[in-house]
């Protein structure tokens, strides 16, 4: 596959899953908010806190309330993360690629765009509840994601697609659990009241992970829920899980079957996988939560980045030409 | 409200719009608005009102057909246009810029007889041009025999030097031609240009007939209409044909994202299953092209490149391209890859050469050309330019090296002041112009805001040169939307059709 080709798959994975993310991260603030007792300020910078572009925010604007701050989220090209960015890119680098695409998928990814511009027309962040057109946009990236399984070869296009995909869930994951740091409770005597326990409850109705987690292990308790979303096993959304299938993305890349690495990439993610593989909550708890998170999304970039020096850095051809001759 | 389902209201009050402005429900009233017969000959109907033969079985269909049902049918087809993302001008991140070529959903039919002679004289063009362009880059017969003026070839900008003692693999030159002909009113067609170098607009005859066929589904199973949906298999047998190669690795060369045409090109790749490669994917080492992909480099032995001449190469066309991969001038020359086309081609289709083209034929074919060319005055030659200066509002007046339909005058449309302009235009440049007699554009009915009503049409038919000469039995028909318009160029406002060519 060419080199440029599988960039543009990866990071149309990428892409899709940061869009689909957002969705999730404003629709736990809505049912965050809408938990707060009515003498509460509604709280949404710690959402864009969570996304890391706070910085930004402060210089685009200063109005801080819920309709600036979802329309930055969401609808804002001047962030190059919000949705709306999110979904161009990922529509620009399907058009790119068009022939590696099924039809489908390409006319949903289309789709998905024009949906958004639609939105973005009706002024949805505006509106007194949006939830119904972030969960549209939700929707139509879950049936891209299942149209490609169900239509795609398992050849190396699908395990750059998937890799792309599981890299960025790992880093949003880790982001969504970081929202609940951000977000002030009333006072510290606060930490372990029920508004505690809704708050834990909406972050993991936002990542479709409430029901999985309270059949193993039934009550709300914080460090379960972080064990939960960082350790877990079997939960398509933990960052432990998204690391294996990074991983074994990588490996079925390179067609290296029998452990170990073969290259930088594989490594980073061997070690990060393996460190996960074996804490313990109370190590990351110990750490410092938002601390290892941090740390977290820092080797994360790094084997991005290791991923783009291995398999899609091109060559300049006109030195390579001129130091021929 | 969904997506689908605004887009449906929209719909309907068009529906509704369109409806009330017919005085009735079906088509068939609409059949004489447009149309005067007397100045231009339309394909449809007999300059007394009487339907052409070939036209018969469809046009009972159509009086069948309620203008809301075909303004339903016109507007699905749109829909799926834009679903596809057949678009063109394309430009990052500014979807006002992305249009979708607009298909009229009445077809243009051609019957067989007609098929034939046009098939027959594009053959006899193609076969004749590939043998000047041969002869003008290496022996130059035509030039010493003085059929075609020496300077007119070696002074034109096209003629490209490097090109100068080679032969192109397998002795062809003009891979693939999208010549563009019209039919004037005498009921002839007439060679308008012949696009040598990187015709496009294939994808359109491909995919319009795709969704002309679900628009239509009964007719297509009656008519007889000759099939083009295997056109990315002949075209990649041509180019396999290119290669010793008994597995030769093919690629479509796209100048990427931005290019108006890149649909089209991704179309192709997708089509025949080939990469869609860009200059930075390609690197040339010891003479030989390679692609750059996650397992290292792997040798590309064809492209169909659809990138311009002077940007193949910074190294021997223009430096500052970066389209292009250093080096592959050298390795075409070295017989490493093929080009389709090959760099060159550009020199035979120049406006000027293009008054010499029935001489071209009778030099090297030794016979009278089937196809008529427009008469054509050289402004370069004393009489001609007179000539021109003087009839000047009688006639279109072309840059010879313009495309798409830019630097152009139609003499009897244009005001005082644009006659005056490009009187000096020529004084002072007489090489770079043209002039013809107006011709005037056949038509076609088309669907319209004011119901069916004529418009002119152009055609450009595709010939694949590979083993054999073959012509494609379709067409893209380009369509000036605009009543009495004669300019179809998509960038002006033209949309496009479906063309049939019949069995019998």
């Known amino acids: 596959m060419l080199s440029r080709v599988a960039s543009h798959i990866y990071w149309l994975g990428r892409y899709l899953e940061r869009a689909e993310n957002y969705a999730r991260f404003i629709d736990v603030n809505f049912n965050l908010m809408q938990d707060l007792p009515v003498d509460l300020k509604e709280q949404w910078q710690p959402l864009v806190a969570a996304t890391g572009d706070w910085e930004l925010f402060q210089t685009l604007y200063s109005d801080y309330g819920k309709n600036q701050i979802l329309y930055f989220l969401a609808f804002d090209s001047e962030n190059p993360n919000s949705m709306l960015s999110s979904i161009m890119k990922s529509r620009e680098n399907a058009r790119i690629i068009r022939e590696n695409l099924s039809k489908e998928t390409w006319e949903k990814v289309n789709e998905l765009y024009y949906m958004m511009l639609e939105g973005k027309d009706k002024k949805i962040w505006k509106k007194a509840d949006p939830r119904y057109f972030f969960e549209r946009i939700k929707n139509q990236i879950l049936l891209i994601y299942g149209i490609a399984d169900n239509s795609v070869a398992r050849v190396e296009g699908w395990y750059f697609r998937q890799l792309g995909q599981f890299l960025e869930r790992a880093d949003k994951t880790s982001r969504i659990l970081d929202v609940k740091y951000h977000i002030l409770l009333p006072s510290g005597q606060d930490v372990g009241t029920p508004l505690d326990f809704l708050h834990w409850m909406a972050l993991l109705k936002s990542v479709t992970g409430f029901n999985t987690y309270r059949r193993v292990y039934g009550t709300i308790d914080p460090s379960n829920v972080v064990e939960f979303l960082v350790l877990n096993k079997y939960f398509p959304r933990s960052i432990y899980y998204c690391l294996k299938e990074a991983e074994y993305c990588l490996h079925h890349i390179s067609g290296n079957l029998d452990g170990g690495f073969k290259n930088p990439a594989e490594k980073s993610v061997g070690e990060l996988r393996s460190r996960l593989e074996f804490a313990e909550v109370s190590d990351i708890i110990g750490f410092g939560l938002h601390e290892y998170l941090d740390n977290l999304q820092i080797k994360l970039n790094n084997l991005s980045d290791l991923i783009d020096s291995t398999y899609f850095r091109l060559r300049d051809n006109f030195i390579s030409q001129t130091n021929d001759q | ?504």
């Open chain 2, 1 to 504: 409200m969904s997506f689908i389902q605004k887009n449906l209201l929209v719909f309907e009050l068009l529906a509704n719009w369109v409806k009330l402005k017919c005085d009735s429900k079906f088509l068939i009233c609409m059949k004489i608005e447009g149309y005067n017969a007397s100045e231009h000959y339309d394909e449809m109907f007999t300059n007394v009102g009487e339907i052409r033969p070939h036209y018969e079985e469809f046009y009972q269909s159509l009086k069948k057909i309620p203008i809301r049902k075909m303004n339903h049918l016109q507007f699905s087809a749109n829909q799926t246009q834009r679903a596809m993302g057949m678009t063109f001008n394309v430009y990052h991140d500014n979807q006002g810029l992305e249009k979708i070529l607009h298909l009229d959903i009445v077809p243009r039919i051609i019957p067989n007889d007609e098929w034939l002679k046009l098939e027959a004289g594009l053959k006899q063009r193609t076969y004749a041009l590939n043998l000047f362009l041969q002869d003008v880059y290496n022996d130059r017969k035509i030039l010493k025999d003085g059929i075609v003026p020496e300077e007119l070839i070696l002074g034109s900008k096209d003629y490209l030097k490097p090109c100068i003692g080679l032969t192109p693999p397998k002795g062809i030159w003009c891979h693939i031609t999208g010549t563009d002909l019209i039919k004037n009113k005498d009921g002839d067609y007439y060679i308008l240009e012949d696009n040598l170098r990187c015709p496009s607009g294939v994808s359109y005859m491909l995919e319009s007939r795709e969704i002309i066929k679900r628009a239509y589904p009964n007719i297509f199973n009656q008519k007889g209409i000759r099939p083009v949906s295997d056109y990315p298999a002949k075209l990649l047998r041509m180019l396999q044909h290119l290669s010793n190669k008994s597995k030769p690795v093919v690629g479509v060369l796209t100048p990427g994202i931005y290019n108006s045409a890149y649909y089209e090109h991704s179309y192709l790749a997708l089509q025949m299953g080939v990469e869609l490669v860009n200059g930075v994917d390609l690197i040339v080492e010891d003479k030989k092209v390679y692609m750059q992909t996650t397992k290292g480099l792997e040798q590309i032995d064809v492209l169909y490149r659809r990138i311009d001449d002077a940007f193949l190469d910074p190294l021997t066309f223009r430096p500052d391209s970066m389209l292009g991969i250093p080096g592959i001038f050298e390795a075409y020359k070295a017989g490493n890859v093929a080009l389709a086309n090959a760099p060159g081609t550009g020199v035979a289709d120049d406006k000027a050469v293009y008054a010499y083209v029935p001489k071209i034929i009778k030099y090297y074919l030794g016979e009278e050309p089937i196809l008529n060319n427009v008469p054509t005055y050289l402004c370069r030659e004393e009489k001609d330019r007179k000539y021109v200066l003087d009839h000047i509002e009688e006639l279109v007046v072309k840059e010879t090296n313009a495309a798409g339909g830019y630097g152009m005058l139609i003499g009897p449309k244009a005001t005082k002041e644009e006659h005056a302009k490009f009187r000096e235009l020529i004084k002072s440049n007489p090489t770079n112009y043209i002039a013809q007699p107006t011709l005037s554009l056949s038509t076609v009915p088309s669907l319209t805001e004011e119901g069916i009503s004529g418009r002119h049409v152009d055609l450009r038919p595709y010939i694949l040169y590979g083993n054999e000469i073959e012509v494609i039995p379709g067409a893209l028909t380009r369509v000036a939307l605009k009543k009495g318009s004669l300019v179809v160029n998509s960038s002006q406002g033209g949309g496009s059709k479906d063309t049939w060519v019949l069995y019998n």
